[in-house]
Structures are given as C-alpha cells and as structure tokens.
C-alpha cells in the first residue's frame, strides 16, 4: 500500500526544502552516471566492432599467405621431382612476348656488355641453368633499349628556381653533333664529399644538329627555361657557342650564372704553360717515334701509351707514368724486369728518356696539381671559400715555377667564380658526369661509334639510370615503336649510316646492271 508523500513528509527532521534538494542531486548523479556507462558501453562496442574487422583482416592474410605457401610447396615439389630450375612469374607486358623481368634483364645486360653481348649472356645463364627460355633477339634489345630512352625524354621534370644545367657537344664524324643537356637540382647533390653519379643527374634533351651557333644554343636553353624554369646556373666546357648561348637566359632570370668546367680550364692553362714549350713538343716527338720502333720488338711490352688526339692535356697522366717508369727502369740496372730485355735495345730505344728527367719532374709537378684540384672539385663542388681550400690542397710541397703558376691559375678561377655563389650555396663544377654518359654511349655502340650518329641515339636516356620492373614496363606500355620512329624522322632524318648504305646499294645496282650488258653484248 503506497504512502502519499504528503502524510511521511512530516517524519523527516530537514525541511522538505533540503529534502527535494537532496533528492535532485541524488537524480541528477544518477542521471551522469547512466550518461558515463553508456558511454563507456559505446566505445565498448567500437572497439569491439573494430577488433572484429582486424581479426577478419589478419584472417584472410593467413588465408592468402596458406595459399602463397601451398604454392611455393607445389612449386618446389615439381622442382625437386624435375631437378630444373624456375624463373621468377613475369607476365607479359600487352601483347608483348616478354615480361618487364626480362625487358629491365636484357636492357641492363645491354648498357653493360652490349647488344649482341647480352643476348649471348642470357643464352649462355640460361643453357646453364638448363632453363627452357627464349631468348630475345639483339635486334629486339636495341628497340627495348630505344623505348626506355624516348620514355625517358617524355618523363615530366618539376620546375624549381636550383636547377643546374650540364651541357656539351659530342661529335663522331662528319658535321653532325649531338647536344646533351643533364640537370640536377642545388638541394638534390650528393653530400658534400661524394662526387656526382648518373643516378644523381636528369636528362633534359638530346638533340643533333649541324649547326651549333650562339643562336641555335640559345634558342635551345630558351626551350629548356620554359619547360622547366630558368636555371641558377649552366656548366658547360667553356666552347663559345655554350658559354655565350647562355646569356639570354638573364633576360628571364637575373641572377643566372655561367660556369666553366673545371678540368677543361685547368687542362687550357697546363696548355698555356707546358704545351708551347719546345721540351714538351720534342718529348712528344720522341714519343711517337719510340712508339713505332719498339712495337715489334723485344721492348713491345713496352710500348708508350697512344696519347688522346684531343684533349690530350686532360690525358697526360698515362704518358707521364708510362715516362717515370721508363726512367726508373734505365736507372736500375739489379731490377729483375731487366732479364726481359737487352741492355742495347732499352738504351737504343728508351735511353733518350735521360734528357727529359727535369722536365718531367716539372710536368708531373703539374699533374698533380691537376689531379689534386680536379678530386676537391668533384667531390666538393663549388662553394665559398673553395678558393682557400684548393690553396691548401695544391700549393704544400711545389717547388717549381711552372707548377706554382699554374695552382695560382687555378685558385684565382675559382675565386672568381664563387664570387657569384649564395651564402651556404654549392653548385657543381664539374662536367665529368656528362663526360661519363657520352663514354656509356659509345661504349653502347662499339665498332659504330665512329661511323656516325644511328637510330640508336634514342636509347642514350637509357644508359643513366639501372632499367627496373616498373620503369620498364611504363616504357613499353607508354611508347611504341612508332614513337621511336617518329623521334628518329624528327631529330636525326637521313643518318650517315643510311646515306653509306643507299650509296653503297645504288652503286651496286648500277655496275650489275652495266655487268648484265657487257654480258649480253
């Protein structure tokens, strides 16, 4: 039976003012403490809910990963039952015959061991392995090659404010040259330290042409700003037309600069120093005559390196080398070595040496000197107070006047070019990189990179960056053949191989056809 509140109110000491006030409080924590526990509740859940889908996640990862073990068991079941070795799974590219596997495979072989070289790599690996595989033909390499080189060129390049442009000229025969643009980024090089390598650089062009003025070189670099900024900074190997070309890129950008190679300019001032000096010049025709004297004889081993027709100041260290062991061999009469020979063949043929010892001594003096810059260069780059650190490198220990000069030179160049530097800039000073790609190149070519530019110049993009899985399939999934094509039809036309070859095959029609009649007749 319920009691009204109105007769039990009386039984309480507190008036019924405190009493409906301590009745609230007592609803209102109530009411919190629902509020807190369902709270609690729902979060419960979440968490719930969420350790459930994990669990169902890391299920069918066990599930797949059952599968992958259940095959690779399979697989190696059928290996051991059939003793032969399995390649990789490597699906073909569209309605290609081959996978990027073996694409990036036969292109890595091919910027190593060459063409025909690598397609025997892979027959010879593969008849080892006792692998049924076929083998792709050179001539297919060649195009795969091409491909990845134009997909190269197509790939988009961010534009930025640090860019620094390597540009040169590469000729072979005839009037034809080809200019290769590389760019690398300020806040991209390597740690100081650390010289540039062709993972480091970015292809920006490779164009031929027969006539490289100031004119076409700045319409080129005005090309190159637009697509990808006007640079802080072009290095070039001081020829005039790559030097001067460059200038109408301050009309975009005030604060561009033009910087010269460092070796070629150091090459340019031993030039200056040793190169008109008449010693030098009767050395070097010494030199050639030894070359052929001794060759067939029992001197044969030798023979003085074959100096370099050009740049041959960039090149002296072999010659210089060669000449200081020359003299040392001359001079030790106990040395085992000397049983190889006869004493009147090695003072016919290398007693002469004797003359030059001074001027050797001075002329190695020199190449140190060079080599010592060209190593703090490449490695260091060019930076402010450069100029101090060269100093240091190159003038301890010369002791003659002609060295001295030249480190002088040396120092004072680079003196003025860090002037133009940012505070904490550096920047590249050395094309030996770009050098480098031009050797991958004819390494590439072999036998042919004196015959003149080919359609193979498309496949010069590439040879500076290892071929991958991906890369390789986005090449030929992006550029056809016919894209290769067209590149060769735009850039190169009528090649001197195939000028050779329509002469060659013009002419032979002709004196068949005049053989036929004399025949006849």
């Not at 809910?49 to 259940?70: A, F, S, Y």
């Not at 290398?350 to 080599?371: M, N």
Request: with cysteine; hydrophobic share 40%.
């Amino acid at each position: 039976m319920s009691t009204s509140w109105t007769t039990k109110w009386s039984d309480f000491k507190s008036p019924l003012r405190v009493v409906v006030q301590f009745l609230l409080r007592s609803r209102e924590k109530k009411a919190n403490k629902c509020r807190e526990l369902k709270q609690k509740l729902d979060q419960a859940q979440r968490l719930l809910t969420q350790r459930e889908r994990e669990l169902e996640q890391q299920g069918e990862e066990i599930r797949e990963l059952q599968q992958q073990v259940e095959c690779l068991e399979d697989e190696e079941r059928i290996r051991d039952q059939a003793g032969t070795p399995f390649l990789p799974d490597d699906p073909p590219i569209g309605t290609h015959g081959y996978g990027p596997r073996m694409v990036s495979l036969a292109v890595n072989l091919a910027r190593t061991v060459g063409l025909r070289g690598s397609q025997r790599s892979l027959e010879i690996v593969f008849d080892w392995l006792g692998v049924e595989q076929a083998v792709p033909h050179f001539t297919t390499i060649r195009i795969w090659l091409q491909r990845v080189g134009v997909a190269t060129l197509k790939e988009p390049l961010e534009q930025a404010k640090d860019w620094i442009w390597m540009a040169d000229h590469s000729n072979q025969i005839g009037r034809e040259k080809v200019l290769v643009v590389l760019g690398v980024r300020a806040s991209q090089l390597p740690p100081s330290g650390t010289a540039l390598k062709h993972k480091d650089v970015r292809l920006l062009t490779v164009r031929p042409g027969t006539m490289w003025k100031r004119e076409d070189m700045a319409a080129v670099y005005t090309e190159l700003a637009e697509q990808y900024g006007p640079p802080r900074a072009v290095l070039s190997d001081g020829a005039v037309e790559l030097r001067d070309g460059a200038k109408c890129l301050k009309n975009q950008r005030s604060d561009t600069i033009v910087l010269q190679d460092f070796k070629h300019k150091a090459a340019c001032f031993f030039k200056a120093l040793v190169g008109k000096d008449k010693r030098f010049a009767e050395f070097h025709t010494r030199l050639g005559r030894t070359r052929s004297v001794i060759q067939q004889s029992c001197l044969a081993h030798l023979t003085p390196p074959t100096p370099k027709s050009k740049a041959r100041f960039m090149n002296l260290a072999a010659v210089l080398q060669w000449a200081t062991n020359m003299l040392w061999l001359l001079e030790h009469p106990e040395a085992k070595t000397r049983k190889f020979v006869s004493v009147e063949w090695l003072e016919e043929g290398l007693g002469w040496l004797r003359s030059f010892t001074e001027d050797l001594t001075v002329w190695r003096e020199c190449q140190a000197v060079l080599e010592q810059g060209v190593k703090l260069i490449n490695e260091q780059g060019l930076f402010r107070g450069a100029a101090k650190q060269l100093r240091v490198a190159v003038n301890p220990g010369l002791t003659h006047a002609t060295s001295r000069q030249l480190a002088d030179r040396l120092i004072n160049f680079v003196a003025d070019a860090e002037r133009h530097l940012k505070r904490k800039e550096r920047l590249p000073m050395s094309t030996e990189i770009l050098e480098s790609s031009f050797g991958l190149y004819k390494q590439l070519e072999r036998q042919h990179s004196k015959g003149g530019f080919t359609s193979l110049l498309p496949a010069f993009g590439a040879l500076l960056n290892k071929a991958t899985k991906e890369s390789a399939e986005h090449a030929l999934s992006t550029v056809s053949v016919n894209d290769v094509k067209q590149w060769v039809r735009e850039n190169l036309g009528h090649t001197l191989t195939a000028k050779r070859s329509a002469t060659y095959k013009e002419s032979k029609h002709t004196n068949q056809g005049a053989t036929k009649l004399t025949a006849a007749a």
